[in-house]
């Protein structure tokens, strides 16, 4: 019906259709998409011909791929093998490389399709041929040597320490307003809405009590959402817990540095998160709906697999008010056919407890403990009162400064303008180190709730373990040991953790009936009670010392 209308409104008429297109690269007036259609259309006319179609048009896609959404309906169209002309501005609008172009020439060809670009001629001759297809080359050439100019300058960017693409979850891309060289004009910095949130995410994860899952949930909670408002993938929080950008280490190319960008975790907190991914098998990540104290550290002997608690319901457990729990492996039964046998909760937790009796701290580790807690206090608080006289110093420069400008304003040394500007100037200064006073106010040395922590369980670990609540016990439990191995109901092997290993060696940490207190020992307490206080292991039995409350 519509073939009938053509013929009658147009006659014989030859059918033509439009293409324009631009990219990011060539965006310019005079190949804006409004140009190019309206040229096209001055050349249909001359050509004598009528636009069949609509104008087919991709905005902002490259020319360098085919997978453009417009362009595959216009060779779709072609194929009807009706269409006559094909006006574009220049060959360059079909396809910027050299074999694409090749492909769509050929097409074009089996669909009885001329193109007429506005610039340029396409005949049937040999020489017009080979001029176009040297015409298509020059075309590739240009935004090959774009990009390859683009990672150059990338590159030289990352060497000199700033990321030259786009910021991860929780930073920005901004413009620097006092850039010191032609490299950091745009540089990363962390988003004030979303940072506190990304930095909250690994010290959770590095609890062992979270899963990819629940970090997932806890961003959306707070408002860190993707770009349309919906959920981070769950791909993409677990990209995030693995990016070493976070810490400082920037990865580009198949370059690593250091970068220049504020950290928004520190380096024990990122390789202790790499480990509990990496042993995530080995670990009880998720969040469960029991709370059970032993999950993630008590292994089968029989199998190697972790094992499991779960609570049984029934009105003759009087005892437990109607349930009673136990612990078994996970391949007990019609799982996986373990041998090994049910262990009542209260029993093995009891024996771990027995375990916790053996812990203890020699009287000289305990000394190095107060010694250096008090050196780490007092060090705390000379540094914060030096960073506060500093800033002192800056303030009293200001007002000093203030002073003079407005001595020669009154001398008729200076304009009000030029008052006014030096005293806008001088107003940010104070403005700034205002700031940074009320961050120093903010800083507290050492959490004196941390300090008291710290020394209650190194003086006597036993009893402190017995008046924790379920999450810091298990917190110490991870803290001390690696693996619980269990056969026969009963614990027959126990590993320590790397940090309790070493003090062991060193006879500092661990007592029980192969070590005595007061031998001799060749290694300095004081040497193990910082590299302790710091270790990873330590992030786990004290999240507090990162400033969480809540495990």
Same mark, same amino acid.
């Given at each position: 019906?519509?073939?009938?209308?053509?013929?009658?409104?147009?006659?014989?008429?030859?059918?033509?259709?439009?293409?324009?297109?631009?990219?990011?690269?060539?965006?310019?007036?005079?190949?804006?998409?409004?140009?190019?259609?309206?040229?096209?259309?001055?050349?249909?006319?001359?050509?004598?011909?009528?636009?069949?179609?609509?104008?087919?048009?991709?905005?902002?896609?490259?020319?360098?791929?085919?997978?453009?959404?417009?362009?595959?309906?216009?060779?779709?169209?072609?194929?009807?093998?009706?269409?006559?002309?094909?006006?574009?501005?220049?060959?360059?609008?079909?396809?910027?490389?050299?074999?694409?172009?090749?492909?769509?020439?050929?097409?074009?060809?089996?669909?009885?399709? &001329?193109?007429?670009?506005? =610039?340029? %001629?396409? $005949?049937?001759?040999?020489? !017009?041929?080979?001029?176009? +297809? @040297?015409?298509?080359?020059?075309?590739?050439?240009?935004?090959?040597?774009?990009?390859?100019?683009?990672?150059?300058?990338?590159?030289?960017?990352?060497?000199?320490?700033?990321?030259?693409?786009?910021?991860?979850?929780?930073?920005?891309?901004?413009?620097?307003?006092?850039?010191?060289?032609?490299?950091?004009?745009?540089?990363?910095?962390?988003?004030?809405?979303?940072?506190?949130?990304?930095?909250?995410?690994?010290?959770?994860?590095?609890?062992?009590?979270?899963?990819?899952?629940?970090?997932?949930?806890?961003?959306?909670?707070?408002?860190?959402?993707?770009?349309?408002? &919906?959920?981070?993938?769950? =791909?993409? %929080?677990? $990209?995030?817990?693995?990016? !070493?950008?976070?810490?400082? +280490? @920037?990865?580009?190319?198949?370059?690593?540095?250091?970068?220049?960008?504020?950290?928004?975790?520190?380096?024990?907190?990122?390789?202790?998160?790499?480990?509990?991914?990496?042993?995530?098998?080995?670990?009880?990540?998720?969040?469960?709906?029991?709370?059970?104290?032993?999950?993630?550290?008590?292994?089968?002997?029989?199998?190697?697999?972790?094992?499991?608690?779960?609570?049984?319901?029934?009105?003759?457990?009087?005892?437990?008010?109607?349930?009673?729990?136990?612990?078994?492996?996970?391949?007990?039964?019609?799982?996986?056919?373990?041998?090994?046998?049910?262990?009542?909760?209260?029993?093995?937790?009891?024996?771990?407890?027995?375990?916790?009796?053996?812990?203890?701290?020699?009287?000289?580790?305990?000394?190095?403990?107060?010694?250096?807690?008090?050196?780490?206090?007092?060090?705390?608080?000379?540094?914060?009162?030096?960073?506060?006289?500093?800033?002192?110093?800056?303030?009293?420069?200001?007002?000093?400064?203030?002073?003079?400008?407005?001595?020669?304003?009154?001398?008729?040394?200076?304009?009000?303008?030029?008052?006014?500007?030096?005293?806008?100037?001088?107003?940010?200064?104070?403005?700034?180190?205002?700031?940074?006073?009320?961050?120093?106010?903010?800083?507290?040395?050492?959490?004196?709730?941390?300090?008291?922590?710290?020394?209650?369980?190194?003086?006597?670990?036993?009893?402190?373990?017995?008046?924790?609540?379920?999450?810091?016990?298990?917190?110490?439990?991870?803290?001390?040991?690696?693996?619980?191995?269990?056969?026969?109901?009963?614990?027959?092997?126990?590993?320590?953790?790397?940090?309790?290993?070493?003090?062991?060696?060193?006879?500092?940490?661990?007592?029980?009936?192969?070590?005595?207190?007061?031998?001799?020992?060749?290694?300095?307490?004081?040497?193990?009670?910082?590299?302790?206080?710091?270790?990873?292991?330590?992030?786990?039995?004290?999240?507090?010392?990162?400033?969480?409350?809540?495990?």
């Amino acid at each position: 019906m519509r073939l009938k209308q053509d013929i009658t409104e147009h006659g014989d008429k030859p059918k033509c259709i439009l293409y324009a297109r631009v990219s990011t690269l060539d965006q310019v007036d005079n190949l804006s998409i409004e140009t190019q259609q309206i040229k096209g259309l001055e050349k249909i006319q001359e050509l004598g011909g009528y636009l069949a179609e609509d104008c087919y048009v991709d905005n902002g896609i490259s020319g360098t791929t085919l997978n453009r959404p417009s362009f595959q309906a216009l060779l779709s169209r072609c194929s009807k093998k009706d269409i006559k002309y094909l006006v574009v501005q220049d060959i360059s609008r079909l396809s910027r490389d050299t074999f694409e172009y090749c492909f769509i020439i050929s097409e074009l060809e089996k669909c009885g399709v &001329k193109i007429v670009p506005l =610039s340029g %001629v396409i $005949n049937g001759d040999p020489v !017009s041929r080979t001029m176009n +297809e @040297m015409m298509a080359v020059m075309n590739a050439f240009f935004p090959r040597m774009t990009s390859y100019k683009v990672k150059q300058t990338a590159a030289e960017k990352f060497k000199a320490g700033y990321y030259p693409s786009w910021a991860p979850l929780g930073y920005l891309n901004v413009v620097n307003k006092n850039p010191e060289g032609s490299y950091d004009k745009k540089i990363v910095i962390p988003d004030p809405d979303t940072a506190p949130f990304v930095r909250q995410a690994f010290k959770l994860y590095a609890t062992r009590d979270y899963a990819i899952y629940d970090i997932r949930q806890y961003l959306h909670k707070n408002g860190v959402t993707g770009r349309k408002g &919906k959920p981070i993938q769950y =791909s993409i %929080v677990g $990209n995030m817990l693995k990016n !070493s950008f976070y810490w400082g +280490e @920037m990865r580009h190319g198949g370059q690593v540095g250091k970068g220049k960008h504020e950290p928004l975790v520190d380096k024990p907190t990122f390789e202790l998160v790499q480990k509990i991914l990496s042993e995530k098998g080995d670990y009880g990540l998720r969040k469960r709906k029991h709370n059970f104290l032993l999950r993630g550290i008590v292994f089968c002997k029989d199998c190697g697999r972790r094992y499991v608690a779960e609570w049984h319901y029934h009105e003759k457990y009087k005892t437990g008010n109607g349930k009673i729990g136990m612990y078994h492996c996970s391949q007990t039964g019609k799982r996986g056919g373990c041998p090994s046998r049910y262990v009542l909760l209260t029993d093995l937790e009891d024996q771990v407890r027995q375990e916790v009796d053996k812990l203890a701290f020699t009287d000289e580790f305990i000394k190095a403990v107060e010694t250096n807690i008090t050196r780490v206090y007092d060090e705390s608080i000379d540094r914060i009162q030096h960073a506060k006289k500093a800033l002192f110093n800056k303030r009293d420069a200001v007002d000093q400064k203030r002073i003079k400008i407005e001595k020669d304003y009154f001398d008729n040394k200076l304009s009000a303008e030029q008052l006014q500007k030096f005293n806008t100037q001088l107003d940010a200064e104070a403005l700034v180190i205002q700031k940074e006073l009320l961050e120093q106010d903010k800083t507290n040395t050492i959490d004196t709730s941390i300090i008291n922590e710290v020394l209650k369980l190194t003086r006597n670990i036993v009893q402190t373990y017995e008046d924790s609540d379920i999450d810091h016990k298990r917190a110490y439990l991870h803290f001390f040991f690696q693996k619980i191995w269990v056969q026969n109901k009963k614990i027959v092997e126990v590993e320590y953790t790397p940090a309790l290993q070493v003090l062991n060696e060193a006879k500092l940490g661990i007592l029980s009936a192969n070590w005595l207190p007061g031998e001799d020992s060749n290694l300095e307490p004081a040497d193990y009670i910082l590299s302790l206080h710091f270790c990873k292991e330590w992030t786990i039995f004290f999240p507090l010392l990162e400033g969480q409350g809540a495990y």
